[in-house]
């Protein structure tokens, strides 16, 4: 089993900054991606940023240039650096994981339970 736990969601002003974090454990192997997705009320939910084991970097076009996704390979963290938010930046945060999980012996997606992130204008 795998575990994605998240932090770091909250209030914040236009302009503003914060840091989201996810740790994953439990029985993995390896981890391909980890990444950020993102769901606000009414809409699909969307990719916001992506870090392969690699360190290649996707980005949102909405995003890019004021947030920067970042990897601890060793603590099995991916974190969510988000700079001059906008009040449509608003949704749930969810963290999401492509590993190989040796406790069933296959590579699969593994989400955690989201963070709420809103800007007030």
């Known amino acids: 089993q795998v575990q994605l736990v998240e932090s770091g969601g909250g209030l914040v002003q236009a302009g503003g900054s914060l840091r989201l974090s996810c740790a994953a454990s439990g029985s993995i192997f390896s981890i391909n991606a980890m990444g950020w997705f993102r769901q606000a009320p009414g809409k699909q939910r969307e990719l916001v940023a992506v870090?392969?084991?690699?360190?290649?970097?996707v980005y949102a076009d909405s995003v890019k240039g004021r947030f920067t996704i970042s990897r601890d390979n060793a603590k099995n963290t991916v974190y969510l650096q988000m700079n001059s938010l906008k009040p449509e930046d608003t949704a749930v945060y969810y963290c999401?994981?492509?590993?190989?999980?040796?406790?069933?012996?296959?590579?699969?997606?593994?989400w955690g339970q989201g963070t709420q992130v809103t800007v007030s204008s």
């Open positions: 999401n994981a492509d590993l190989l999980d040796y406790g069933l012996g296959y590579r699969r997606d593994y």
């Open positions: 870090v392969h084991s690699g360190g290649s970097t």
